[in-house]
Nanobody
Framework: QVQLAESGGGLVQAGGSLRLSCVAS????????IGWYRQAPGKQRESVAV???????RYVESVKGRFTISRDNAKNTVYLQMNSLKPEDTANYYC??????????????WGQGTQVTVYS
């Protein structure tokens, strides 16, 4: 199993920055990809940014050029640096780990989420 703990959310003015952190514990060697997702009230949860164990990244179009996902393997931590924040970035942000057992069975693990609120 993998446990995920997010932090770093908060209230920020439009144009400002925040850095989210996601600390993984447990069977971290089983993690294939880890990413950030968000869900705003009344909307579906969407993928924001994902990073693979090899370091490749992908972003939703709306955050390209503003958000950067990175990982510190020594600390089992994934970061989401969010710059030039907009009110439409307001959401609860979740960390998700996509894992695989030695038998190839896949599991997803989610954190509890951290709220990001951007005001204009």
């Amino acid at each position: 199993q993998v446990q995920l703990a997010e932090s770093g959310g908060g209230l920020v003015q439009a144009g400002g920055s925040l850095r989210l952190s996601c600390v993984a514990s447990g069977s971290t060697s089983s993690i294939i990809t880890i990413g950030w997702y968000r869900q705003a009230p009344g909307k579906q949860r969407e993928s924001v940014a994902v990073i693979s164990s090899g370091g490749s990244t992908r972003y939703v179009e709306s955050v390209k050029g503003r958000f950067t996902i990175s990982r510190d393997n020594a600390k089992n931590t994934v970061y989401l640096q969010m710059n030039s924040l907009k009110p439409e970035d307001t959401a609860n942000y979740y960390c998700k780990a996509d894992t695989s057992t030695s038998y190839g069975v896949r599991f997803d693990y989610w954190g509890q989420g951290t709220q990001v609120t951007v005001y204009s």
